[in-house]
């Protein structure tokens, strides 16, 4: 019985796998899930925090102008 990729039976040759795919965690930057380390900014002022783990950037109002901050 062909596969739905069009390889040959079901489950061999080359095609579409079940693995390989992004995940989320500890890589950096300002997606969720973007590790415990750095810093948030205020994207109006520049003032910048440190961030801190649990916490996301975006529900954090800057302290100085009452902006929303953004992870650096």
Known sequence: ????????PFGQG????????????????NRPGA???????????GTETTHQAGVPCYSISCPKCGTKMVRQ
Not at 35 to 45: E, F, L, M, Y
């Open 35 to 45: 590790g415990p380390a750095g810093n948030c900014v205020c994207p109006k002022c």
């Open 14 to 29: 080359f095609g579409r796998g079940r693995q390989g795919g992004f995940g989320r965690g500890a890589g950096g930057g």
């Open 1 to 8: 019985m062909p596969g739905k990729d069009g390889t040959g």
